[in-house]
């Protein structure tokens, strides 16, 4: 497929709408006031391995090891993983598995830490003057300080600041859409740190090598689109807010992009493809701290929200304290929750144990009330067809369910299952509450399983052949050595047998005379 640059196609004041999108009750006048409150340090903080897309990190501390604030305890493996860092000082008091943040409750390999009460710094990362660095030192600073997409996406920054030595990039996004009802805490920074995210937007455009920054704002933030719009220039790049409008899944990076300049990014493409990256507007206040002041992502700011919540709030926490002690810090709960969320009610996790830890994607702990979590008695699908209206993606969602729920998982493959972005549009809109979203990320994990089944026998497969051929080989080079030394013995009795008879003649001869 073609894909024409960018720059000087579209009129840059001019926005695109995209198909489908919901809008649904943004109910952030919760806490949209609430200025960004600093959690007091838990009791304990039990700090995952795995807190990004790719490769668990690997523990460099054990049981009883004294920790100090941003010291490594986590080291990334592999090219997609990211460096976990201690969020204040105490003791390890444990280096094993304990529950995910996730809707499976599955154990993950997990650093709790006790803390001192001190919370003192260790040695901090280098500082860096960004306008005399490399874009390689503000990558490998990123790196380093262990910093995902902030946004929920959690992939590794520093992996996204590399692509400019694989595409022709012209401009960084930062998207500061927010579209996820309840949550503020994107907007409260910009409020609140508006200098410092334009700070960091400006570090990480010299890392990618664009030319122009683009602060994407829902319009439903007009004080927040205030306050960045102080903010024209940073280092030596021109930066526009641009106002789009309040829509669900506004906050998609593809249909941001799309929104901004008109292009669609095709299937399981990158937007770097088109000349754009887009990263969250927490994310570039994390580069700020990262690379003005050597401080890793130890912590981030969290909505604590719900209409079971007695006083909602924005809570600056450290990465790893358990979500029962953000809810005690803002009241507890009024009641039992029909849903607990981490994240927004679209595309949040529900979670049943309320020890389980923030992680650096979590952006929203929702306790929601009845009223709010609109559970109903699922129905059969009546073929509608408001599910296919509403997705951004242009799929059809109840054939997706309905190839799902017969088995067919390569034919749901077929129609787009790997293309959904698990928005939650779909189940939103549906008048049957058929659980469409939940069915279709089930289906995922399940084709993911067998294609990892798949690979792992294909692979046994090779590894056996590969081990029948090496034993092969060898056998054949024994059989190579046993015949050339068969053929040495048999041309050495020869020789001797030869050498023999003419000693037997030279005494003959020698016998006549």
Not at 80 to 103: D, E, K, L, Q, Y
Not at 116 to 140: H, S
Request: proline residues 7%.
């Amino acid at each position: 497929m073609s894909i024409l640059p960018f720059a000087g196609r579209f009129d840059p004041a001019r926005l695109f709408a995209f198909k489908g999108g919901v809008h649904p009750e943004t109910r952030k006048f919760l806490t949209a006031e609430c200025e960004i409150e600093e959690m007091p340090l838990p009791a304990l903080i039990r700090v995952p391995l795995q807190q990004h897309i790719g490769v668990e990190a690997e523990p460099l501390v054990e049981r009883g090891d004294e920790v100090l604030k941003g010291q490594l305890i986590g080291k990334a493996r592999g090219p997609v993983s990211a460096n976990i860092h201690a969020p204040t000082s105490g003791r390890v008091i444990a280096v094993g598995h304990f529950t995910a943040p996730h809707p499976s409750g599955l154990p993950v390999p997990t650093v709790t830490i006790r803390p001192d009460g001190r919370d003192e710094w260790g040695p901090r990362l280098p500082r860096l003057r960004p306008e005399n660095a490399t874009p390689q030192d503000i990558a490998a600073q990123v790196a380093e300080a262990g910093i995902v997409g902030m946004g929920g996406a959690t992939f590794p920054s520093a992996v996204k600041l590399n692509l400019r030595t694989k595409y022709d990039l012209h401009t960084l996004v930062i998207n500061a859409a927010e579209c996820e009802p309840y949550l503020t805490c994107d907007d409260r920074l910009m409020r609140e740190r508006a200098e410092e995210i334009a700070d960091g937007a400006g570090i990480m455009a010299k890392a990618l090598g664009v030319k122009e920054i683009i602060v994407a704002i829902e319009a439903n933030k007009p004080q927040a689109i205030e306050a960045m719009s102080r903010h024209k220039r940073v280092l030596d790049f021109a930066m526009k807010i641009k106002t789009v409008p309040t829509q669900y899944p506004m906050g998609s990076e593809k249909h941001l992009v799309k929104t901004l300049t008109g292009q669609e990014t095709p299937a399981r493409a990158l937007t770097a493809e088109l000349g754009v990256v887009v990263h969250n507007a927490a994310t570039a206040h994390a580069v700020h701290l990262a690379v003005r002041y050597g401080e890793p992502s130890i912590s981030r700011v969290v909505t604590v929200s719900g209409r079971g919540v007695a006083r909602p709030a924005n809570v600056r926490a450290l990465i790893g304290t358990p979500v029962a002690d953000l809810l005690a810090h803002c009241g507890g709960l009024v009641e039992d929750p029909e849903r607990l969320l981490l994240g927004g009610p679209m595309m949040g996790l529900p979670i049943q144990n309320m020890r389980v830890p923030i992680v650096k994607g979590t952006n929203g702990v929702l306790a929601l009330t009845p009223a709010e979590s609109r559970d109903q008695d699922t129905m059969p699908c009546i073929r509608c067809g408001l599910c296919v209206q509403v997705c951004p993606m242009g799929l059809t969602p109840f054939e997706l369910n309905t190839r799902i729920e017969a088995g067919d998982l390569e034919g749901a493959a077929r129609v787009g299952l790997l293309d959904c972005i698990n928005c939650g549009c779909c189940s939103f809109t549906c008048p049957s509450n058929r659980p469409l979203v939940q069915t279709i990320q089930y289906a995922r994990g399940k084709l993911a399983e067998q294609e990892s089944r798949k690979h792992q026998q294909e692979q046994a497969k090779r590894l056996a052949e590969a081990r029948t051929a090496r034993l092969e080989a060898i056998a054949e080079a024994k059989r190579a050595a046993m015949a050339k030394r068969k053929a040495e013995m048999a041309a050495k009795k020869k020789r001797e047998a030869e050498a023999q008879a003419n000693a037997g003649t030279t005494q003959s001869g020698e016998t006549v005379k």
